[in-house]
T-cell receptor, first 112, second 113 residues
Framework: DTEVTQTPKHLVMGMTNKKSLKCEQH?????MYWYKQKAKKPPELMFV???????INESVPSRFSPECPNSSLLNLHLHALQPEDSALYLC???????????FGPGTRLLVL | KNQVEQSPQSLIILEGKNCTLQ??????????LRWYKQDTGRGPVSLTI?????NTKSNGRYTATLDADTKQSSLHITASQLSDSASYIC????????????FGDGTTLTVKP
C-alpha cells in the first residue's frame, strides 16, 4: 500500500465550528506532515511529526491543533477558524524526516 | 536563508514537443532534491529524488539532472502529452532541519493539442 489517504475531501465550516481532518498511511513511515496550500502557491509546512512526536511547528496559530494517535494516523483539529484559513490542506508521510514525501489528495477547506 | 527558485513561472507548449524546467537553489548543507508534479486540486506526486552524488535520474518521459556545484537542477519532459499539464515543484532538503524542506514556487506547464 503506497497511498496516503485523507478525509474528508471537502469541508465547509463556520468560524465557530470545531472539526477535524484525518490522514492515514500504512507504508510504515515514521514521519508525517501537515501542509497548507493556497491557490497557485506551493505548499507551506505547518507541522512535522517524527516517530509520533511533534518535531516542527512552523508558528502555526493555536486554532490548528495537530495530533498523532499512532504511527499510521495524523489528525488536524480545527477550532474558531478565520475565512483566510480556507485552503487545500495536504498531509504527507516519509520513511523518516527529510526523505521523499508521499502526499495525500488533500482536504479542500472553506471557512465561512 | 534557504531558497529555491524555479523558471519559467509558466510555459505553454504543443503536444509532442519537449521542454525543460529549471530549478536553482541555495539550500545548505544539501541533502536531496525532489521534483513533484501537482495536478490542480490534487496532492503533489513525486517524480524523482536525487542526492549529492547523483547527476541524472529518469522516470519514464521525465529526466531530472542535478549539478551540485552550481546548485542547479532541470526537469526535461520528452514527447509531452496533454496529461502533463500541471504544476511542477522543485523541493530541496537540507541536513540540519530534518523534515523541513524548501519548496520552489513551481512552474505551471500547459500542453495544448
Amino acid at each position: 500500500d503506497t497511498e496516503v489517504t485523507q478525509t474528508p475531501k471537502h469541508l465547509v465550516m463556520g468560524m465557530t465550528n470545531k472539526k477535524s481532518l484525518k490522514c492515514e498511511q500504512h507504508m510504515g513511515h515514521r514521519a508525517m506532515y501537515w501542509y497548507k496550500q493556497k491557490a497557485k502557491k506551493p505548499p507551506e509546512l505547518m507541522f512535522v511529526y517524527s516517530y509520533e512526536k511533534l518535531s516542527i511547528n512552523e508558528s502555526v496559530p493555536s486554532r490548528f491543533s495537530p495530533e498523532c494517535p499512532n504511527s499510521s494516523l495524523l489528525n488536524l483539529h480545527l477550532h474558531a477558524l478565520q475565512p483566510e484559513d480556507s485552503a487545500l490542506y495536504l498531509c504527507a508521510s516519509s520513511q523518516t524526516a527529510g526523505e521523499t514525501q508521499y502526499f495525500g489528495p488533500g482536504t479542500r477547506l472553506l471557512v465561512l | 536563508k534557504n531558497q529555491v527558485e524555479q523558471s519559467p513561472q509558466s510555459l505553454i507548449i504543443l503536444e509532442g514537443k519537449n521542454c525543460t524546467l529549471q530549478c536553482n537553489y541555495t539550500v545548505s548543507p544539501f541533502s536531496n532534491l525532489r521534483w513533484y508534479k501537482q495536478d490542480t486540486g490534487r496532492g503533489p506526486v513525486s517524480l524523482t529524488i536525487m542526492t549529492f552524488s547523483e547527476n541524472t535520474k529518469s522516470n519514464g518521459r521525465y529526466t531530472a539532472t542535478l549539478d551540485a556545484d552550481t546548485k542547479q537542477s532541470s526537469l526535461h519532459i520528452t514527447a509531452s502529452q496533454l496529461s502533463d499539464s500541471a504544476s511542477y515543484i522543485c523541493v530541496v532538503s537540507d541536513n540540519t532541519n530534518a523534515g523541513k524542506s524548501t519548496f520552489g514556487d513551481g512552474t505551471t506547464l500547459t500542453v495544448k493539442p
